[in-house]
């Protein structure tokens, strides 16, 4: 039975005909005019069709602050040359992290609007996320389409790797064959337990399932990449796909979890949208980079006021959360928090993460022909200075740390089913601290250098 079919048949699950004048209805049914009304989507595809690097090299894209190494002593020593890419480099990376993030949520816009299909008095809602998961789809695009062009006039082919499979003899292939079944077999067990777990957990609630995990029964969707592979494994967010596919509430749970993703990118595409603002009023050259996050900071405003909405409101009208259900949404923003907000790059302004993930890209970048390919030695005598002393660029990654945990506390304060370590975001604020991640930076550092000098 398709989406559309199952909508016309259910209309009193969950009683909600009296709720019809809902003020969060009235918001969601304006969301969805107002985002099809305005819709940029053909005008960011058209912006990366024609992006042409030459033409957009000669010009930050934003603030200089937005800028790879910003505020390190390497920076203050860079040739004008090397600050423009690593501002450029910086868009590229951050909009690379935000198509892999974009990535995840059009899979789970599908499952949790499978589950929605089935309350009665969600369709404009579902409409609305499949209208969203279409304009992901374009975005993702243009950002790769644009990082693409911008990482090979900067950086050369070679950053994208070798060809693997040259380099792979018929014995290794036959391994690596024996292995994926090896892997398969062993998936097939944990996808069992999963789904055992999941129903167990959700007994009663059969009739909630998601159309689309139910589509696609012969195998589990996963997320990897983007803020899902910095959060937990696969195997974590298959168990994850089946229980934000199963049950109302989890389904708008995992609306407080999109939610961190919207206002982690909203941290630093604002500055991009200002700056659009500030050249078209004076009738400067607009970059195209800046241009595409200034469209898609309008689209994706929708796609924030229904996360904050769903998340916010929407999940009062179905049954109240079992313990399981607490527990799981409390574990759920305890790994985002961990994952992807406790720490405070050195190099990645709006980054809270550790430099650790990023330690062999910088090295990449030091030895790459942008710094006339650097000596191994130099190359781990500017990290140690960029990662591992204090400097400037921590203090401004600091100041959009306070702003964006000022943003988390306000929104996670109203979920009364949330401990206190996530609403207050604890593990957040715990990581804004420049000692911290310089410690943790020296441990990192000397590892690395291990590794290469071995
Ligand atoms: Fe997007
Ligand atoms: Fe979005």
Redesign the pocket.
Known sequence: MSIVNVLNKKTTDLNISGDKHKKHLQVIQKTYQNNIESDYTEKIEALGKNFDYSTNSNHFWGDRQLSTLYGSPLYEQASHAQKLALNHLYWVGQYQH?ASA?AN?MLYNQITSGVFAHVGGYETLCQELDF?TT??R???NT?HKIGYKTKIALLGKESFGNSLHKKLNHQTQNNLLQKFRELHNKESIQDFTFRFLTKLMHQGKENYYSEYLKQKSNSIPTATGGLAGVTASPSVFKYLSLNWGSSPFLAAQYYSARMVANMS?KTYEYHYYKHFRELEKKGEFIPTPIAVSYY?LL??SF?TTMSQTIAQEVYKDFPKPTTYEKLLSNVIILLLQRGLLSGLSAALPATFRDDVNFIPSYYRLLTSPLFNQMHQQDALHWMKKCLCEEHEGFYVNLKYHQSLLNDLRRFFDRLEYLWPVNRKMRLMAEGGSIEKAIKRNQIAFKQFVTSVTA
């Open positions: 935000t974009e949520t969203e304009q992901e374009h975005h993702i950002f990118l898609h689209d994706e796609h």
